[in-house]
T-cell receptor
């Protein structure tokens, strides 16, 4: 039982490049989330999903897109990376809303 | 908009001391309150979840309380150990159950 896993662990991009971060969970959770963590700003919700095929905006969605084609996977995409997107990205999942959230190990992204 | 504050930002104590970490929130309509631990360069580990109808939760040497009327939660750590050194984060769930708002964290150092 791996819990929540994230791929890749580290990535360096140049401004304007695109990439996709993959989150996978094996707990059969309905809800999945993407957060970013920045010094002095704490953790902030980017997008979330309440089930397969659904997505919704969180607190800081601009510049990101997401997809949830399979229940166990939640993808976060950056179409044209900007230095302001340099951050540590965390994926989380929960059985449903109001339940305990379980976090992945994070992806450290640097945009030059 | 919900705001979550954790004071102090950093705390250093000798091993064996009992300690209390504080978390305050502005909107008493908070639903659940979750406490996490984060080790440097790692993801978040869920410690305790206090649901709306509860006032406290206990796990081993940890006890968390929630007072919605005063907008406060506390995490009590008994008989602290060097292995407890980490950043502790609290987060409140909104009424829709789809967003956690995080505090800035308290960085705890337990000295042998």
């Amino acid at each position: 039982n791996a819990g929540v896993t994230q791929t890749p662990k580290f990535r360096v991009l140049k401004t304007g490049q695109s990439m996709t971060l993959l989150c996978a969970q094996d707990m059969n959770h309905e809800y999945m989330y993407w957060y970013r963590q920045d010094p002095g700003m704490g953790l902030r919700l980017i997008h979330y999903s309440v089930g397969e095929g659904t997505t919704a905006k969180g607190e800081v969605p601009d510049g990101y897109n997401v997809s949830r084609l399979k229940k166990q996977n939640f993808l976060l995409g950056l179409e044209s990376a900007a230095p302001s997107q340099t951050s540590v990205y965390f994926c989380a999942s929960s059985w449903r809303g109001y339940n305990e959230q379980f976090f992945g190990p994070g992806t450290r992204l640097t945009v030059l | 908009k919900q705001e979550v504050t954790q004071i102090p930002a950093a705390l250093s104590v000798p091993e064996g001391e009992n300690l209390v970490l504080n978390c305050s929130f502005t909107d008493s309509a908070i639903y659940n309150l979750q406490w996490f631990r984060q080790d440097p360069g790692k993801g978040l580990t869920s410690l305790l979840l206090i649901q709306s109808s509860q006032r406290e939760q206990t796990s081993g040497r940890l006890n968390a309380s929630l007072d919605k009327s005063s907008g406060r939660s506390t995490l009590y750590i008994a008989a602290s150990q060097p292995g407890d050194s980490a950043t502790y984060l609290c987060a409140g769930d909104n009424n829709a159950g789809n967003m956690l708002t995080f505090g800035g964290g308290t960085r705890l150092m337990v000295k042998p």
